[in-house]
């Protein structure tokens, strides 16, 4: 059995000094209706966390392999319930595991750091395939609600979760 290689990425809120670096992140233009409906998608995000649509705390994130924008993406803190928002890997950076990382990342940062948060949910989609086979392969599972006509999905977010030695 071959060990997969982890893709090395981290995790940055955007802030003052990187949402230029945010702004470079693009989609092909077939995708933006997936995820935001305007380019640069870390505009709609910058945006939406200034608004707060439902009154709901945004945090900004960007996504950085070797010190490179590759992706971006928003989380929505409720009481119990994160909600992935936005997310987007660079049109030249899709197909390399960045996504798969990122979504492992996220489960990981609200395991330790939101010891409220019980779960994760996302909106993807229909026609977005390669999407829905990727939260699929992570835990997401879809739950039969729909938002905005994209079915809800979510993942269990477990805090005692054991440590890998």
Known sequence: ???EDTVAISLRTIDNSNWRQALQVLVEPEQLRFVADHQP?????LAKCYVQPSGVEWTPCLILQDGEP???FAL???DATTVL???AIDRNHQRKGIARAAVEDVVTLLEEKRPGCDRLILTVHPDNVAAQALYRSTG???TGDWSDGEPVWSRAIVHDRPTRS
């Not at 998608?41 to 995000?45: P, T």
């Open 1 to 3: 059995m071959a060990i």
């Open 41 to 45: 998608v870390a505009l709609v995000i």
């Open 70 to 72: 590759v992706g971006v």
């Open 76 to 78: 929505a803190f409720t």
């Open 85 to 87: 928002i936005n997310f």
């Open 140 to 142: 997401f599972v879809p």
